[in-house]
């Protein structure tokens, strides 16, 4: 499958024209990242997103004293570090390769420019985002569920 087939599949991207997707390409790249490699970690301030093409990735957040804990694993086809798009622009998860990976990165400022020049683009891609990141708050529901049924402390401002 050709790089500009896969971001027609993939589900930010589906409906956008033909010559907005290849303006999307012109703004990417591919990367490689063996198995256990770190491909972004929480915190980091880069401003790229990613098109898993290869392999398989685990998205963790880390915890101080304590284990990691598992996410979601993504597959081929969809997309992560959506927290390079949205202000602040900070990591909020670690993503480890499982496997070995391909990906598409995506200049997210680049992207960010196209959305706000194309209003057609812009509103495709923050409609799947509003999805997704519904999406990963309802995931993380039993993890915060757990925290607060095991007497852990935190607090929603730490969340923030």
Excluded at 52 to 80: A, C, M, N, Y
């Amino acid at each position: 499958m050709t790089l500009l087939e896969n971001l027609e599949k993939a589900p930010c991207f589906k409906k956008i024209q033909e010559s907005a997707l290849r303006k999307i390409l012109g703004m990417s790249r591919t990367a490689h990242y063996p198995a256990e490699a770190t491909v972004f970690s929480e915190d980091d301030t880069q401003r790229d997103i990613y098109l898993l093409l290869e392999g398989r990735v685990s998205i963790e957040l880390r915890q101080e004293g304590k284990p990691d804990v598992h996410l979601l694993t993504v597959r081929p086809g969809e997309i992560f570090g959506w927290s390079g798009f949205v202000p602040p622009y900070v990591k909020t998860a670690t993503a480890i390769a499982l496997d070995p990976v391909r990906a598409l990165v995506i200049d997210a400022r680049a992207l960010r420019e196209l959305c706000e020049r194309d209003y057609e683009v812009g509103y495709r891609v923050c409609d799947w985002l509003n999805g997704l990141l519904a999406e990963r708050v309802w995931a993380t529901r039993p993890y915060l569920k757990h925290a607060t049924d095991s007497g852990d402390s935190w607090s929603a401002a730490e969340m923030l």
